[in-house]
């Protein structure tokens, strides 16, 4: 009886003890959402697997590399209006009108950005969106958030998101099926660049989840903050090869920025 008892106790001790590290662990304070982000992360894999991918190796396979670099360069190039817009929010100053230069350059004798003639003038391409914008105003990221189709972000960036949207100048571009169609190929060229990566990723990650997830939110935070959070902010070079003005901005680097990659 008294060995019963004693067991018992030693039971209830270590079923006391397990309870209470449990209640002290408690969700990933950067991840409340894990439940929800798993199973949007899950559902954007499987869409990306059975229908992006596939789309995205046959346009890496059949076109001509200058074809997808004159795609790549003609959006990229789209995306540098907007990328000034930001960098002169962020009051950077320099960089804004650097940016500014670029676009009209590339938009011009780069004969509308099919040639990335800026780069080799000295002017550096920056990725920057209004997330960022935000976060240099002092608002923080907020928990990691999986968006549908767009993949990882935070709340802080999905609140910026419409500003981001209504920022993409070939949003407004007529008629509505050449703009369409144009979006379609944007999201496939930006898949096909990624193919390396996500498949360097799938041998590499035991949980994909948490390893997108993390680096997500480092890649975020040093884009915003390059040199910590009190730290003069400079110019720098981001993962994916291009300079994140002085600020620092979807994945290897982009992979981290989309499950299923979207067009920035």
Same mark, same amino acid.
Request: glycine share 6%; hydrophobic share 35%.
């Given at each position: 009886m008294i060995r019963t008892t004693k067991a018992f106790r030693q039971a209830a001790l270590a079923l006391g003890v397990t309870v209470m590290l449990a209640g002290c662990a408690g969700p990933n304070p950067r991840d409340p959402y894990e439940s929800y982000n798993r199973a949007m992360f899950n559902f954007n894999d499987t869409? +990306?697997?059975?229908?992006?991918?596939?789309?995205? /190796?046959?346009?890496k396979n059949v076109t001509p590399q200058f074809v997808q670099t004159g795609v790549s360069n003609f959006f990229g190039n789209l995306g540098d209006a907007w990328t000034a817009i930001n960098q002169l929010l962020q009051g950077n100053g320099e960089a804004g009108?650097? +940016?500014?230069?670029?676009?009209?350059?590339?938009? /011009?004798?780069?004969v509308l950005g099919l040639f990335d003639i800026a780069s080799e003038a000295g002017l550096p391409k920056h990725k920057e969106d209004f997330g960022q914008t935000l976060g240099v105003w002092g608002v923080q990221s907020g928990p990691y958030l999986v968006l549908p189709l767009?993949?990882?972000?935070?709340?802080?960036d999905t609140v910026a998101l419409p500003a981001d949207i209504a920022g993409d100048i070939w949003r407004y571009k007529d008629p509505v099926n050449v703009r369409n169609i144009g979006t379609v190929v944007r999201v496939v060229d930006t898949r096909a660049s990624l193919l390396d990566a996500s498949s360097l990723l799938e041998d590499a990650a035991l949980d994909r989840y948490e390893f997108l997830r993390d680096g997500y939110m480092q890649r975020r935070e040093s884009q915003v903050h390059p040199d910590g959070d009190d730290?003069?902010?400079?110019s720098k070079k981001d993962d994916t090869g291009?300079?994140?003005?002085?600020?620092?901005?979807?994945?290897?680097?982009?992979?981290?920025?989309?499950?299923?990659?979207?067009a920035n």
């Open positions: 869409v +990306d697997t059975y229908a992006l991918k596939p789309v995205a /190796t046959g346009y009108m650097s +940016d500014v230069s670029r676009f009209a350059l590339n938009s /011009t004798l780069g767009l993949g990882p972000s935070t709340v802080r730290a003069p902010r400079k291009e300079t994140s003005a002085p600020v620092s901005s979807e994945p290897a680097a982009k992979e981290l920025n989309s499950g299923t990659p979207a």
